[in-house]
Nanobody
């Protein structure tokens, strides 16, 4: 019984910052990688960032590169997304996701690679 719970969403002005967290629970939880996706109204869900759990290698969508930083607390099983220089186009529901242990992990850019998903947290960037 794996659960992913996002937190840290809210409303912020353009240029501001937010830090999202995703806490994983479940006595048997383990993962190869975790990632963030987002979905804006009228748009399909898109990849934001991913991180390999052990090695910590990261990959970002071009739209957030240089502004967002994905990280994890390995021991506490928490995923983070530090979002700086936020733009109105960053407005979306942000979802965290995890690839279960022993699954193949290609790039982490594709929704189908992930096995577990959180319920999402709203991020709104407006003046």
């Amino acid at each position: 019984q794996v659960q992913l719970v996002e937190s840290g969403g809210g409303s912020v002005q353009p240029g501001g910052s937010l830090r999202l967290s995703c806490a994983a629970s479940g006595s048997t939880f383990s993962t190869e990688a975790m990632g963030w996706f987002r979905q804006a109204p009228g748009r399909e869900r898109e990849f934001v960032a991913t991180i390999s759990w052990i090695g910590g290698s990261t990959y970002y969508a071009d739209s957030v590169k240089g502004r967002f930083t994905i990280s994890r607390d390995y021991d506490r099983k928490i995923l983070f997304l530090q979002m700086n220089s936020l733009k109105p186009e960053d407005t979306a529901v942000y979802y965290c996701a995890a690839v279960k242990m022993y699954s193949d992990y290609r790039s982490g850019q594709n929704e189908y690679e992930y096995d577990y998903w959180g319920q999402g947290t709203q991020v709104t960037v407006s003046s």
